[in-house]
């Protein structure tokens, strides 16, 4: 069964820096498109970013286009999302999830809390 | 952006009951639609995927139906684990948006 394992969430301040990270295993990592889907406390889900299996191709919702940045090592099978200038509406569990030819989420991690806040 | 409103916003019903919740995108999304099953405290759980096909290991008493605009999640006989949030997702747009979600509570 195919295994994701998030890390690195915490407590940050406004304008901050964190960098969260998912480790895969039990499937092809680097032939597999990945995604980071967010959930606000007591929201809905919201998808932020994608890349390509060789990591050559991404995509980014507007709410974070220029302060997050997804990228992966695909010699550690680990996917990472940066994030920049952190905002208190950043916080949020933040999900990976195995994305099947940009069509559905197959397999999700179990999530890191990220709280921005002074 | 493609805009998916689903209904009704929460839902009460007994077990046994069958029940629908509707998602409608703001445009023609041919069959990219996507549903997950969410339950407090844990990640979402893919359910069905291309509006239709069930995904490996989801019980059948689960359906999706619909293509263009408007699609169904249907659940034939509700059983007590099925109580949880459901979202539809499109997939049309390579800029992914989900639903806001329908919470399916014990009546």
């Known amino acids: 069964e195919v295994q994701l394992v998030e890390s690195g969430g915490g407590l940050v301040q406004p304008g901050g820096s964190l960098r969260v990270s998912c480790a895969a295993s039990?499937?092809?990592?680097?032939?597999?498109?990945m995604s980071w889907v967010r959930q606000a406390p007591g929201k809905g889900l919201e998808w932020l970013s994608r890349?390509?299996?060789?990591?050559?191709?991404?995509q980014y919702a507007d709410s974070v286009k220029g302060r997050f940045t997804i990228s992966r090592d695909n010699s550690k099978n680990t996917l990472y999302l940066q994030m920049n200038s952190l905002r208190a509406e950043d916080t949020a569990v933040y999900y990976c999830?195995?994305?099947?030819?940009?069509?559905?989420?197959?397999?999700w991690g179990q999530g890191t809390l990220v709280t921005v806040s002074a | 952006d493609i805009q998916m409103t689903q209904s009704p916003s929460s839902l009460s019903a007994s077990v046994g009951d069958r029940v629908t919740i509707t998602c409608r995108a703001s445009?023609?999304?041919?069959?990219?639609l996507n549903w997950y099953q969410q339950k407090p405290g844990k990640a979402p759980k893919l359910l069905i995927y291309?509006?239709?096909s069930l995904q490996s290991g989801v019980p059948s008493r689960f359906s999706g139906s619909g293509s263009g605009t408007d699609f169904t999640l249907t659940i034939s006989s509700l059983q007590p684990e099925d109580f949880a949030t459901y979202y539809c997702?499109?997939?049309?747009?390579?800029?992914?948006?989900f639903g806001q979600g329908t919470r399916l509570e014990i009546k």
């Open positions: 445009q023609s999304i041919s069959n990219y």
């Open positions: 291309g509006a239709t």
């Open positions: 997702q499109q997939s049309y747009s390579t800029l992914i948006t």
């Open positions: 890349i390509s299996g060789s990591g050559d191709n991404t």
């Open positions: 999830a195995r994305d099947i030819s940009s069509w559905y989420l197959s397999s």
């Open positions: 039990r499937f092809t990592f680097s032939t597999s498109a």
